[in-house]
């Protein structure tokens, strides 16, 4: 039987975390965002001292043995992350951490580390999950699993647009090209690389609205 899980997946900054907190509120049922997971593995690792430049399964393995991640419902009623104990906040989502966080999650041991966490929140019935791997690796047999994507100039035009997320001087073309670097780390990984599930519902959501991909995916969902 499917699980009662909504995999939305697709490359960087292609919509999918508004796209997903907005599915989740309409239905009523918790959002999930993976990619917060590895941004908090990676912001730590960063605090630790660790040159993540040169990351490797053997340095990143003592740290996860002294991080502790929770899923706890906060004051707006959604799930979001705690890391030791606190709520990182905009730190996750800061330039060093975009960076080096597909060096990271391509890490076999980090990744395994995850998918117990993540393969958890099944407990809470209907969610929407979000991530690269959601549909291909944590929940194949999910109930729904949709694949955002956008073109290059309009995911980087996205992304300048989200405070904090570009570094100082950041240009559509400079945002184009760490937001192509990262999905190339993304999709070319041995372990769970970021690809579309063969049964995924692809959405291009270039010069689409905000609620017009709301709609579209609510209209798939009983
Ligand atoms: O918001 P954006 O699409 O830019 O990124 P994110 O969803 O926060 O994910 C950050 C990074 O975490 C990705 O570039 C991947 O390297 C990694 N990630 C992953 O490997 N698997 C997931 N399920 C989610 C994120």
Redesign the pocket.
Known sequence: MAVNVIAI??????G??TIAGLVAERLGVPYI???????AV?FYAIQQGLNLAACSEEKLSPVLEHIKLDYVKAASGQYEIKLNGEFPGAEI?SPEV?SL??L???LPNV?TW?IDK?REFARLGRIVM?????GTV?FPDAQYKFFLTATPEERARR?LAQDG?APDGATVESVAKA?AE??L??ST?KT?P?KKADDAILIDTSGMSIEQVIEHILRYIK
Do not use: C, F, H, W
């Open positions: 997946d697709g490359p960087a900054a292609s999918k975390s965002n993976t990619g917060n997971m590895y941004r990676t989502r975009v966080v597909s990271v999650a391509a990744r995850l993540q979000e991530g690269r791997d959601i944590i992304r997320e937001i990262r999905d780390l993304d990984r769970a970021l």
